[in-house]
């Protein structure tokens, strides 16, 4: 049971040391600046892309029509940004259970904005004790000068991001001027402002508090690790007991494991931590460390891999590196991978055989039902429903509507006031048009089916080309009583 | 407009606020404080005997943001209406955005439909993206009772065909429009005669427009007719000044044959069209006149599609 300890007096709020991380370069470094280059060569560069004589990826809130290379997406198709999340979410589990968080660590934005950040900074200010120093100095000019220089370039592109996201909505091409002439819409100027200064403070100034207490999936990632997981793992078994020693000297006639304790691993870590304390939640997993420890291990002419990547199982169970990557293969990994390639093909398969139209048919909304021709007894019951078409192509296209489902039903196409036609709609572009349409069905096969609603579908077909994709929806028919 | 019954109300809910607001910059400082702590970075609570409390500081950065809502709330009861019947010192009013939207979409409309000034109804009918602009307004403002083809059903005329209940002309539809219409026969079973007398009556209003009917019956129908004729005519054709319908064609509103018509004898008939001055601008009613009158008529200009 606990005995009093002497108490001591602490605040509950803190405000938290600044980190200076260490310039690093090595193998998982350059993975990393890959996906930097990556990821943000396809952000800042889709925008510009041409396609069928429009911007390549336009998403048109106003119009509610969204232009991705070929397709163009209605608000219809909502399904496939959930079919992306899914993807997206699955692919976090699947990589997360397999080696940590690669995410975390490589290609989340937040990691790539901070690196280019961070490049900035280190070209300006300087590497970590430089910065150190300048942040400890009097304010001077060249403090200044430095100090706004960094400002400058990262308002810079902060703002480029933000006018980048804008262009995503907007034509870029048309942004991008007005933008240089001051002359934007005031939410394209929320916007761009509102994104490039969220780029600078969470790049600039947030970092690692970003990860450590606004992202949700830093805190839930833990429960998708098992100790099959890889993760970045200071071996202790062979780094301890850890202390400085000269080069030349038999470390183990010394006693002393292979950790030289230099505190780079500390110094260059984006977070503060120290891996050598074992797996902490505020490990973002971008192993810098391991490439910093590599260069020491050369140096002093030690094996590689005193920090590296292994499963909390490797390194208790002392198993090879090919033995902890046979265990990858286990049921949770591929129950994720199974569901991942299944919603991968299903995703593909599923736009690949999309069909480039839309149909939705409504009932009119003021007669149920009414009698025409009503003399002699042989009249026709009439329905009205308008069916809209939706155009997913960019050309224009000509559509055939023909009804079924009830006995002797046929078309009047009335499109207001004008006479009577071929149920053939034209209609444009990316274009959704609406069109009014009767259903009338011989009064005595209307008795025959009774009072009451009765299944009835439309089918479209587009005229162009040697089209077979027809599409079906289904309505009802109303026999008054 | 205050909601409340008594203003004593307001200063309830003003008072409940700001105190609310001032508790919780009150609570922050108060937990905040520095407390005891046990030199193990613990809090020196323990429960189910190992679980221990330690100490992890959260970021100063949390609380300003804290401090910032509550500034941010204080600010925005200054200025917008909150504290509780206090305008704020905008001034603002969710009806005052309202009109505005109403009068930046009416200044936006207005080009489209300047246009349309100085052209006659003829000329509007016949222009193709007038009679898109007709078609909306017909579809959002008429649509709901005449139906998406104009073409109406039992009780709400047909704007499409020939026969106009008040009259075809750009006049009579534009004072439809405006003004509405009530249309109303009175029963009038007890001025024709028995039910026999009624039942003949029917068969006479059919003959007129040559529908089936008992010969007989019409015969004996038609001096009792007398009494229809004050609205419908002498000869049944009708009265547009009273809306009262043309008998003698083959339009039938409340639906054909010996019941239906028997039915509106008996018990009379009320048709309601309400008025539409208050929803649409003189510009779109004139639009959307001429879109109700091309529906019927042949417009000059306009080839047949």
């Not at chain 1, 969204?66 to 397709?71: D, K, T």
């Not at chain 1, 691993?265 to 074992?278: A, F, L, S, Y």
Request: hydrophobic share 45%; aromatic share 12%.
């Amino acid at each position: 049971v606990n005995t009093p300890a002497p108490e001591q007096v602490i605040s509950l709020y803190v405000s938290e040391d600044k980190i200076y991380p260490r310039a690093v370069h090595g193998w998982f470094a350059a993975w990393r600046w890959a996906l930097v280059w990556g990821t943000q060569l396809l952000f800042y560069g889709l925008p510009w892309l041409s396609w069928n004589g429009r911007q390549a990826v336009l998403l048109d809130l106003e119009a509610r029509r969204f232009f991705i290379f070929e397709l163009v997406l209605y608000p219809q198709d909502f399904v496939y940004l959930t079919a992306l999340l899914l993807i997206s979410a699955y692919a976090l589990f699947f990589f997360t259970a397999v080696a940590g968080r690669l995410w975390c660590g490589y290609a989340c934005p937040q990691t790539v904005y901070t690196e280019l950040f961070m490049w900035v900074e280190r070209h300006i200010e300087g590497d970590r004790t430089a910065r150190m120093k300048l942040d400890a100095a009097p304010w001077s000019a060249n403090k200044l000068l430095r100090k706004g220089g960094k400002h400058l370039a990262w308002v810079a592109i902060g703002l480029w991001t933000g006018l980048t996201l804008v262009g995503y909505f907007t034509p870029i091409r048309e942004l991008a001027p007005a933008a240089a002439t001051l002359s934007l819409g005031p939410w394209e100027w929320f916007w761009t402002l509102f994104y490039g200064f969220a780029t600078w403070g969470n790049a600039g100034f947030m970092r690692e508090q970003v990860c450590k207490y606004m992202c949700p999936y830093a805190r839930f990632q833990g429960a998708m690790f098992d100790r099959d997981t890889l993760v970045i793992a200071y071996d202790e078994r062979r780094g301890e007991p850890r202390g400085s020693r000269p080069r030349s000297a038999d470390r183990h006639a010394l006693g002393k494991g292979d950790c030289i304790d230099c505190n780079l691993c500390v110094q260059v870590c984006p977070t503060g931590i120290d891996i050598r304390h074992g797996q902490q939640y505020e490990c973002i997993g971008c192993a810098a460390c391991i490439d910093v420890c590599n260069g020491v291990m050369d140096k002093m002419s030690y094996p590689r891999g005193l920090i590296r990547y292994a499963t909390q199982n490797g390194l208790a169970q002392q198993l090879t590196q090919a033995q902890m990557w046979r265990r990858v293969l286990r049921p949770r990994v591929l129950v994720y991978g199974t569901i991942l390639l299944a919603l991968c093909v299903a995703f593909v398969a599923s736009l690949w055989w999309r069909t480039p139209f839309k149909v939705d048919v409504v009932r009119d909304r003021a007669a149920l039902a009414r009698q025409v021709s009503n003399r002699e007894g042989s009249g026709q019951i009439e329905n009205l429903y308008r069916l809209q078409l939706m155009n997913a192509t960019e050309q224009p296209q000509r559509y055939a509507i023909t009804v079924g489902g009830v006995n002797q039903a046929a078309l009047a196409w009335t499109s207001a006031g004008q006479a009577p036609r071929e149920p053939l709609v034209d209609v444009g572009p990316a274009q959704a048009l609406w069109v009014t349409l009767a259903v009338r069905v011989p009064f005595d096969v209307a008795q025959g089916l009774g009072p009451g609603a009765h299944p009835l579908y439309f089918e479209v077909q587009p005229q162009a080309r040697a089209s077979s994709q027809t599409v079906r929806e289904r309505s009802t028919f109303i026999v008054p009583r | 407009v205050s909601d409340f019954t008594h203003a004593g109300w307001s200063w309830y809910v003003a008072i409940g606020t700001i105190a609310s607001l001032l508790a919780c910059l009150v609570l922050l400082v108060v937990a905040s404080r520095r407390k005891p702590m046990a030199s193990d970075e613990s809090t020196g609570h323990v429960w189910d005997e190992n679980i221990r409390e330690m100490n992890n500081p959260l970021p100063l950065w949390w609380m300003v943001l804290f401090v910032l809502t509550v500034v941010f709330s204080l600010a925005y009861l200054w200025f917008y209406p909150g504290l509780g019947s206090a305008p704020g010192q905008l001034g603002w009013t969710s009806t005052a955005q309202w009109q505005q939207e109403q009068q930046r979409s009416a200044a936006a409309m207005a080009p489209l439909y300047a246009r349309f000034d100085a052209m006659t109804h003829e000329a509007i009918a016949a222009d193709s993206a007038a009679r898109g602009i007709g078609e909306r307004l017909f579809l959002n403002n008429c649509a709901g009772c005449h139906g998406s083809d104009a073409k109406g059903s039992k009780g709400f005329p047909n704007l499409t065909d020939a026969d106009w209940l008040y009259g075809g002309g750009i006049e009579p539809i534009t004072e439809t429009i405006i003004k509405g219409r009530a249309g109303a026969m009175p029963p009038m079973a007890a001025a024709v005669g028995t039910g026999e007398d009624v039942s003949n009556v029917a068969h006479y209003v059919l003959s007129l427009s040559g529908s089936p009917h008992n010969a007989l019956k019409a015969a004996l129908g038609r001096p009792k007719f007398a009494v229809c004729a004050a609205c419908h005519g002498v000869r049944g054709e009708g009265n547009t000044a009273l809306g009262a319908p043309n008998l003698t064609d083959n339009v039938w509103l409340y639906g054909w044959g010996e019941q239906a018509v028997v039915t509106a004898i008996t018990q009379g008939r009320a048709g309601m069209m309400p008025a539409q001055a208050e929803r649409l601008t003189p510009q779109q009613i004139k639009v959307l006149a001429a879109y109700v009158w091309g529906l019927s008529n042949r417009p000059t200009g306009q080839a047949a599609q």
